[in-house]
Protein backbone atom coordinates (compact mmCIF):
# COMPACT_ATOMS: atom_id res chain seq x y z
CA UNK A 1 0.00 0.00 0.00
CA UNK A 2 1.11 3.94 -1.14
CA UNK A 3 2.07 6.30 2.11
CA UNK A 4 -1.47 7.62 0.71
CA UNK A 5 -3.27 4.59 0.70
CA UNK A 6 -2.34 3.60 4.48
CA UNK A 7 -3.64 7.33 5.58
CA UNK A 8 -6.53 7.43 3.62
CA UNK A 9 -7.58 3.30 4.75
CA UNK A 10 -9.84 3.93 7.67
CA UNK A 11 -9.32 -0.10 8.80
CA UNK A 12 -5.76 -0.43 10.31
CA UNK A 13 -2.51 -1.26 8.93
CA UNK A 14 -1.33 -5.28 9.36
CA UNK A 15 2.19 -5.54 10.30
CA UNK A 16 3.79 -9.02 9.76
CA UNK A 17 7.03 -9.29 11.93
CA UNK A 18 9.17 -11.83 10.93
CA UNK A 19 11.75 -12.82 13.54
CA UNK A 20 11.63 -13.09 17.13
CA UNK A 21 15.57 -11.79 17.73
CA UNK A 22 16.43 -8.26 18.21
CA UNK A 23 15.65 -6.62 15.22
CA UNK A 24 12.05 -7.94 15.40
CA UNK A 25 11.68 -6.67 19.09
CA UNK A 26 13.08 -3.60 18.19
CA UNK A 27 10.35 -3.39 15.37
CA UNK A 28 7.68 -4.18 17.55
CA UNK A 29 8.43 -1.73 20.21
CA UNK A 30 8.93 0.58 18.21
CA UNK A 31 5.76 0.24 16.04
CA UNK A 32 3.95 0.10 19.54
CA UNK A 33 5.21 3.71 20.31
CA UNK A 34 5.20 5.69 17.04
CA UNK A 35 2.29 3.91 15.27
CA UNK A 36 0.49 3.27 18.05
CA UNK A 37 -3.71 2.30 17.49
CA UNK A 38 -3.01 2.29 13.61
CA UNK A 39 -1.78 -0.68 13.39
CA UNK A 40 -2.18 -4.28 13.97
CA UNK A 41 1.29 -6.15 14.56
CA UNK A 42 1.98 -10.27 14.06
CA UNK A 43 4.77 -11.48 15.33
CA UNK A 44 6.11 -14.46 13.12
CA UNK A 45 9.26 -16.60 15.12
CA UNK A 46 10.75 -19.82 14.97
CA UNK A 47 11.34 -20.23 18.41
CA UNK A 48 8.68 -19.94 21.11
CA UNK A 49 11.43 -17.34 23.26
CA UNK A 50 13.57 -14.20 22.65
CA UNK A 51 16.68 -15.29 23.89
CA UNK A 52 19.35 -12.22 24.52
CA UNK A 53 22.07 -13.71 22.95
CA UNK A 54 25.13 -11.30 23.35
CA UNK A 55 24.92 -12.62 27.30
CA UNK A 56 25.41 -16.66 26.15
CA UNK A 57 29.41 -15.66 25.60
CA UNK A 58 28.67 -15.70 29.68
CA UNK A 59 26.72 -19.26 29.89
CA UNK A 60 30.19 -21.34 29.82
CA UNK A 61 31.64 -20.00 32.87
CA UNK A 62 28.47 -18.71 35.18
CA UNK A 63 26.51 -21.80 34.20
CA UNK A 64 23.28 -19.06 34.66
CA UNK A 65 21.13 -18.68 31.41
CA UNK A 66 21.33 -15.93 29.07
CA UNK A 67 17.83 -13.85 29.54
CA UNK A 68 14.76 -15.04 27.72
CA UNK A 69 11.57 -14.20 27.63
CA UNK A 70 8.01 -16.03 26.71
CA UNK A 71 7.27 -14.49 22.92
CA UNK A 72 3.80 -14.95 23.02
CA UNK A 73 3.16 -12.97 26.54
CA UNK A 74 5.74 -10.48 25.47
CA UNK A 75 3.22 -10.00 22.52
CA UNK A 76 0.04 -9.75 24.49
CA UNK A 77 1.53 -7.49 26.72
CA UNK A 78 2.22 -5.56 24.05
CA UNK A 79 -1.26 -5.66 21.94
CA UNK A 80 0.23 -7.70 19.33
CA UNK A 81 -0.56 -11.61 17.70
CA UNK A 82 1.63 -14.31 18.30
CA UNK A 83 2.55 -16.60 15.52
CA UNK A 84 5.00 -19.68 15.96
CA UNK A 85 6.97 -20.54 12.61
CA UNK A 86 9.49 -20.15 10.15
CA UNK A 87 9.03 -17.89 7.36
CA UNK A 88 9.64 -19.66 3.74
CA UNK A 89 8.97 -17.36 0.83
CA UNK A 90 7.12 -14.07 0.73
CA UNK A 91 4.81 -13.23 -2.22
CA UNK A 92 5.35 -9.33 -2.70
CA UNK A 93 2.57 -9.22 -5.02
CA UNK A 94 0.25 -10.55 -3.32
CA UNK A 95 1.28 -9.22 0.22
CA UNK A 96 1.72 -12.87 1.68
CA UNK A 97 4.17 -14.36 3.90
CA UNK A 98 4.54 -18.40 3.22
CA UNK A 99 5.39 -20.35 6.53
CA UNK A 100 7.43 -22.97 5.88
CA UNK A 101 4.03 -25.75 7.20
CA UNK A 102 2.53 -24.06 3.74
CA UNK A 103 0.13 -21.91 6.03
CA UNK A 104 -0.01 -18.17 4.39
CA UNK A 105 -0.21 -14.95 6.09
CA UNK A 106 -1.70 -11.53 4.72
CA UNK A 107 0.40 -8.41 5.78
CA UNK A 108 0.07 -4.58 4.49
CA UNK A 109 3.51 -4.11 5.53
CA UNK A 110 6.08 -7.17 6.08
CA UNK A 111 9.52 -6.27 7.66
CA UNK A 112 11.97 -9.46 7.32
CA UNK A 113 14.04 -9.78 10.59
CA UNK A 114 15.25 -13.30 10.01
CA UNK A 115 18.54 -13.26 11.06
CA UNK A 116 21.55 -14.73 8.82
CA UNK A 117 22.48 -18.20 8.66
CA UNK A 118 25.57 -19.80 10.17
CA UNK A 119 27.88 -22.87 9.81
CA UNK A 120 31.12 -23.99 11.38
CA UNK A 121 34.58 -22.30 9.80
CA UNK A 122 36.73 -25.24 10.57
CA UNK A 123 35.41 -29.09 10.88
CA UNK A 124 37.53 -29.56 13.99
CA UNK A 125 37.05 -26.88 15.64
CA UNK A 126 34.94 -25.62 18.75
CA UNK A 127 32.12 -23.19 17.38
CA UNK A 128 30.58 -20.80 19.55
CA UNK A 129 27.21 -20.80 18.46
CA UNK A 130 24.30 -18.31 20.33
CA UNK A 131 21.72 -20.27 20.10
CA UNK A 132 22.91 -24.11 20.81
CA UNK A 133 24.27 -25.49 24.01
CA UNK A 134 27.23 -23.65 25.84
CA UNK A 135 30.47 -24.76 25.34
CA UNK A 136 32.56 -27.05 27.29
CA UNK A 137 35.58 -24.44 27.73
CA UNK A 138 36.59 -26.39 31.09
CA UNK A 139 36.81 -29.31 28.41
CA UNK A 140 38.80 -27.03 26.02
CA UNK A 141 41.07 -25.92 29.08
CA UNK A 142 41.98 -29.50 29.68
CA UNK A 143 42.42 -30.50 26.48
CA UNK A 144 45.20 -26.92 25.96
CA UNK A 145 46.91 -28.04 29.31
CA UNK A 146 47.28 -31.80 28.51
CA UNK A 147 48.66 -30.44 24.94
CA UNK A 148 52.15 -30.64 24.59
CA UNK A 149 51.57 -26.73 22.88
CA UNK A 150 49.83 -25.81 26.17
CA UNK A 151 47.91 -23.75 24.13
CA UNK A 152 44.04 -22.32 24.11
CA UNK A 153 43.42 -20.94 20.20
CA UNK A 154 40.33 -18.59 19.88
CA UNK A 155 40.26 -17.78 16.43
CA UNK A 156 38.52 -15.25 13.87
CA UNK A 157 38.34 -16.86 10.46
CA UNK A 158 38.30 -15.18 7.46
CA UNK A 159 34.43 -14.18 5.84
CA UNK A 160 31.28 -12.34 7.35
CA UNK A 161 31.70 -12.26 11.19
CA UNK A 162 31.04 -10.49 14.49
CA UNK A 163 34.25 -10.67 16.01
CA UNK A 164 33.72 -9.28 19.98
CA UNK A 165 32.57 -12.48 21.35
CA UNK A 166 35.68 -14.16 20.53
CA UNK A 167 37.38 -11.67 22.47
CA UNK A 168 35.21 -11.64 25.36
CA UNK A 169 35.63 -15.64 25.59
CA UNK A 170 39.25 -15.28 25.73
CA UNK A 171 39.37 -13.02 28.17
CA UNK A 172 36.90 -14.72 30.35
CA UNK A 173 39.12 -18.43 29.50
CA UNK A 174 42.27 -16.58 30.83
CA UNK A 175 40.25 -16.02 33.88
CA UNK A 176 38.89 -19.45 34.23
CA UNK A 177 42.52 -21.09 33.46
CA UNK A 178 43.61 -19.02 36.18
CA UNK A 179 40.64 -20.21 38.68
CA UNK A 180 41.87 -23.23 37.60
CA UNK A 181 45.37 -22.89 38.42
CA UNK A 182 46.16 -24.20 35.18
CA UNK A 183 49.35 -23.09 32.98
CA UNK A 184 47.44 -22.81 29.40
CA UNK A 185 48.65 -20.49 26.87
CA UNK A 186 45.95 -18.33 25.20
CA UNK A 187 45.71 -16.89 22.11
CA UNK A 188 43.68 -14.74 19.21
CA UNK A 189 44.22 -15.54 15.70
CA UNK A 190 42.35 -13.10 13.54
CA UNK A 191 42.24 -11.16 10.10
CA UNK A 192 41.72 -7.75 11.67
CA UNK A 193 44.48 -5.87 11.88
CA UNK A 194 44.41 -4.71 15.39
CA UNK A 195 42.31 -6.53 17.83
CA UNK A 196 38.69 -5.59 17.43
CA UNK A 197 39.99 -2.55 14.57
CA UNK A 198 36.51 -1.41 13.71
CA UNK A 199 35.97 0.48 16.44
CA UNK A 200 39.03 2.46 15.17
CA UNK A 201 42.99 2.59 16.60
CA UNK A 202 42.10 4.50 20.25
CA UNK A 203 39.66 1.76 21.33
CA UNK A 204 41.96 -1.08 19.67
CA UNK A 205 44.72 -0.19 21.01
CA UNK A 206 42.68 -0.06 24.33
CA UNK A 207 41.41 -3.81 23.40
CA UNK A 208 45.09 -4.90 23.04
CA UNK A 209 46.33 -3.80 26.41
CA UNK A 210 43.96 -5.15 28.17
CA UNK A 211 44.73 -8.72 26.15
CA UNK A 212 48.31 -7.83 27.31
CA UNK A 213 47.94 -7.70 30.62
CA UNK A 214 45.84 -10.83 30.52
CA UNK A 215 48.76 -12.27 29.15
CA UNK A 216 46.80 -13.16 26.31
CA UNK A 217 48.90 -13.81 22.39
CA UNK A 218 47.47 -11.70 19.24
CA UNK A 219 48.33 -12.88 15.97
CA UNK A 220 47.11 -10.06 14.04
CA UNK A 221 46.37 -10.11 10.01
CA UNK A 222 46.70 -13.82 9.77
CA UNK A 223 44.04 -16.22 8.80
CA UNK A 224 43.45 -19.61 9.82
CA UNK A 225 42.58 -22.60 7.20
CA UNK A 226 42.16 -26.08 8.07
CA UNK A 227 43.87 -29.26 6.28
CA UNK A 228 43.15 -32.42 6.43
CA UNK A 229 42.83 -32.22 10.22
CA UNK A 230 45.74 -29.33 10.47
CA UNK A 231 45.13 -25.83 11.31
CA UNK A 232 48.22 -23.69 9.39
CA UNK A 233 48.48 -20.05 9.26
CA UNK A 234 47.97 -17.95 6.55
CA UNK A 235 49.97 -16.28 5.24
CA UNK A 236 53.11 -18.40 5.15
CA UNK A 237 50.98 -21.86 5.82
CA UNK A 238 52.46 -22.44 9.33
CA UNK A 239 51.21 -25.13 11.44
CA UNK A 240 49.64 -24.09 14.72
CA UNK A 241 50.71 -26.32 17.64
CA UNK A 242 47.53 -26.25 19.56
CA UNK A 243 45.72 -28.03 21.99
CA UNK A 244 42.12 -26.72 20.96
CA UNK A 245 40.57 -24.49 18.60
CA UNK A 246 37.69 -22.29 19.21
CA UNK A 247 36.17 -20.35 16.48
CA UNK A 248 33.69 -18.41 15.38
CA UNK A 249 30.60 -19.23 12.80
CA UNK A 250 30.79 -18.12 9.46
CA UNK A 251 27.41 -16.16 8.32
CA UNK A 252 25.69 -16.62 4.85
CA UNK A 253 22.28 -14.30 4.32
CA UNK A 254 19.18 -16.49 4.61
CA UNK A 255 18.33 -16.43 1.02
CA UNK A 256 14.27 -16.18 1.29
CA UNK A 257 12.30 -16.96 -2.04
CA UNK A 258 10.34 -13.68 -3.29
CA UNK A 259 12.92 -11.18 -1.89
CA UNK A 260 16.39 -10.11 -3.64
CA UNK A 261 19.51 -11.44 -2.44
CA UNK A 262 22.97 -10.85 -2.84
CA UNK A 263 25.84 -13.13 -3.60
CA UNK A 264 25.90 -14.31 0.00
CA UNK A 265 22.17 -14.37 0.16
CA UNK A 266 21.71 -11.39 2.19
CA UNK A 267 18.69 -8.80 1.73
CA UNK A 268 19.29 -5.35 0.15
CA UNK A 269 18.07 -2.72 2.02
CA UNK A 270 18.04 1.20 0.97
CA UNK A 271 18.59 3.97 4.38
CA UNK A 272 15.10 3.39 5.39
CA UNK A 273 15.55 -0.18 5.55
CA UNK A 274 13.36 -1.16 2.90
CA UNK A 275 13.44 -3.17 0.33
CA UNK A 276 14.61 -1.92 -2.99
CA UNK A 277 11.89 -3.32 -5.92
CA UNK A 278 9.29 -4.60 -3.66
CA UNK A 279 6.19 -3.15 -2.05
CA UNK A 280 5.79 -2.06 1.41
CA UNK A 281 8.37 -4.76 2.22
CA UNK A 282 11.48 -4.20 4.48
CA UNK A 283 14.08 -5.71 6.30
CA UNK A 284 16.32 -5.59 9.60
CA UNK A 285 19.32 -7.19 11.27
CA UNK A 286 21.77 -9.70 10.33
CA UNK A 287 19.99 -10.91 7.36
CA UNK A 288 20.26 -7.77 5.12
CA UNK A 289 23.38 -7.21 3.36
CA UNK A 290 25.03 -4.07 5.57
CA UNK A 291 28.36 -5.79 6.36
CA UNK A 292 28.40 -5.56 9.53
CA UNK A 293 26.49 -7.88 11.91
CA UNK A 294 25.84 -6.51 15.37
CA UNK A 295 22.77 -6.32 17.26
CA UNK A 296 22.64 -2.72 17.41
CA UNK A 297 23.21 -2.01 14.07
CA UNK A 298 20.11 -4.30 13.70
CA UNK A 299 18.09 -2.14 15.93
CA UNK A 300 19.03 1.20 14.30
CA UNK A 301 17.55 -0.49 10.73
CA UNK A 302 14.44 -1.47 12.77
CA UNK A 303 14.10 2.24 14.21
CA UNK A 304 14.06 3.69 11.04
CA UNK A 305 11.81 0.78 8.67
CA UNK A 306 9.58 2.06 11.79
CA UNK A 307 9.56 5.24 11.97
CA UNK A 308 8.92 4.71 7.67
CA UNK A 309 6.17 2.46 8.34
CA UNK A 310 4.43 4.62 11.03
CA UNK A 311 4.51 7.98 8.92
CA UNK A 312 2.72 6.14 6.24
CA UNK A 313 0.35 5.07 8.73
CA UNK A 314 -0.56 8.50 9.38
CA UNK A 315 1.62 8.88 12.64
CA UNK A 316 3.31 12.53 13.52
CA UNK A 317 6.61 10.88 12.80
CA UNK A 318 9.53 12.44 10.74
CA UNK A 319 11.50 9.78 9.16
CA UNK A 320 15.54 9.26 9.61
CA UNK A 321 17.23 7.21 7.75
CA UNK A 322 19.38 4.62 9.29
CA UNK A 323 22.73 6.35 9.96
CA UNK A 324 24.74 3.47 11.54
CA UNK A 325 26.54 3.89 14.74
CA UNK A 326 28.96 1.70 16.36
CA UNK A 327 28.51 0.83 19.83
CA UNK A 328 29.89 -2.46 22.15
CA UNK A 329 30.20 -3.97 25.22
CA UNK A 330 33.47 -6.36 26.04
CA UNK A 331 32.92 -7.55 28.70
CA UNK A 332 36.60 -8.25 30.21
CA UNK A 333 35.73 -9.88 33.44
CA UNK A 334 34.22 -8.29 36.17
CA UNK A 335 33.62 -4.96 34.58
CA UNK A 336 33.55 -3.90 30.75
CA UNK A 337 34.85 -1.45 28.38
CA UNK A 338 32.73 0.42 26.16
CA UNK A 339 33.45 1.00 22.97
CA UNK A 340 32.06 3.16 20.15
CA UNK A 341 33.45 4.80 16.58
CA UNK A 342 32.58 5.80 13.06
CA UNK A 343 32.65 2.56 11.07
CA UNK A 344 34.10 2.90 7.72
CA UNK A 345 36.79 4.96 8.51
CA UNK A 346 37.68 8.98 8.45
CA UNK A 347 35.74 9.41 11.47
CA UNK A 348 38.53 9.96 13.97
CA UNK A 349 39.87 7.54 16.57
CA UNK A 350 37.01 5.87 18.03
CA UNK A 351 36.31 5.96 22.10
CA UNK A 352 37.35 3.20 24.82
CA UNK A 353 36.09 3.76 28.25
CA UNK A 354 35.13 2.03 31.39
CA UNK A 355 32.04 3.67 31.93
CA UNK A 356 29.30 4.21 29.82
CA UNK A 357 28.96 5.91 26.60
CA UNK A 358 25.07 5.20 26.15
CA UNK A 359 22.00 4.70 28.73
CA UNK A 360 20.54 2.03 29.60
CA UNK A 361 24.42 0.48 29.18
CA UNK A 362 23.06 -2.69 27.76
CA UNK A 363 24.85 -4.95 25.32
CA UNK A 364 22.67 -4.17 23.00
CA UNK A 365 21.96 -0.38 22.99
CA UNK A 366 18.55 -0.43 21.08
CA UNK A 367 16.53 2.79 21.59
CA UNK A 368 13.61 0.64 22.50
CA UNK A 369 14.66 -2.86 23.18
CA UNK A 370 17.39 -1.72 26.05
CA UNK A 371 14.79 0.00 28.12
CA UNK A 372 12.30 -2.55 27.78
CA UNK A 373 15.14 -5.30 28.97
CA UNK A 374 16.02 -2.88 31.58
CA UNK A 375 12.42 -2.86 33.04
CA UNK A 376 11.83 0.73 32.22
CA UNK A 377 8.26 2.19 31.57
CA UNK A 378 8.43 5.61 31.02
CA UNK A 379 10.54 8.00 28.57
CA UNK A 380 11.60 9.85 31.70
CA UNK A 381 13.00 6.87 33.37
CA UNK A 382 14.89 6.07 30.14
CA UNK A 383 17.41 9.07 30.57
CA UNK A 384 20.43 9.11 31.96
CA UNK A 385 21.74 10.46 34.60
CA UNK A 386 23.05 13.94 34.82
CA UNK A 387 26.80 14.05 33.58
CA UNK A 388 26.76 11.32 31.23
CA UNK A 389 27.33 11.62 27.61
CA UNK A 390 26.01 9.72 24.86
CA UNK A 391 28.98 9.21 22.55
CA UNK A 392 27.49 8.68 18.98
CA UNK A 393 29.93 9.39 15.15
CA UNK A 394 28.02 8.43 12.81
CA UNK A 395 28.42 7.08 9.41
CA UNK A 396 27.82 8.75 5.86
CA UNK A 397 24.02 8.37 4.90
CA UNK A 398 24.68 7.22 1.77
CA UNK A 399 26.61 4.16 3.02
CA UNK A 400 23.57 2.00 0.88
CA UNK A 401 25.18 3.19 -2.57
CA UNK A 402 28.45 2.82 -1.21
CA UNK A 403 30.68 -0.59 -1.42
CA UNK A 404 31.89 -0.72 1.94
CA UNK A 405 35.32 -3.58 2.08
CA UNK A 406 34.79 -4.70 5.72
CA UNK A 407 34.96 -8.47 6.03
CA UNK A 408 38.32 -9.81 5.55
CA UNK A 409 39.08 -11.78 2.24
CA UNK A 410 39.23 -15.72 2.38
CA UNK A 411 43.37 -16.12 1.25
CA UNK A 412 42.59 -19.63 -0.35
CA UNK A 413 39.51 -18.18 -3.12
Not at 151 to 163: A, D, E, K, R, Y
Not at 382 to 399: F, K, M, T
Amino acid sequence: MSAEDLAEDPRRCSVLIAGGGIAGLETLLALQDLAEERVDITLLAREPEFTYRPMIVEEPFSRTPAERHDLALLARDLGASFVQGSLSEIKAQEHRAVLSDGSELGYDVAVVCVGAKTRPAYPSATTLRSWAEPIEIDEALDNAANHESRTLTFVVPPGIVWSLPLYELALLSRIRAEERRLSVEIEIITPESKPLGIFGPAAADAVAEILSLRRIKVRCDTSLIEREGEFLAMPGWKRVETGAVVALPLMSGPRIPGLPADGDGFIPIDEFAEVPGLQDVFAAGDGTIFPIKQGGLGTQQADAAAEMIASRTGAPVDPQPFRPTLRGKLITGSESLSLTSEISGGGGEGVASPYYLWWPPKKVAGKYLAPFLDGVTTRFEALPPDGLLDVEVSVAQDWHSQPMALDPVDPVR
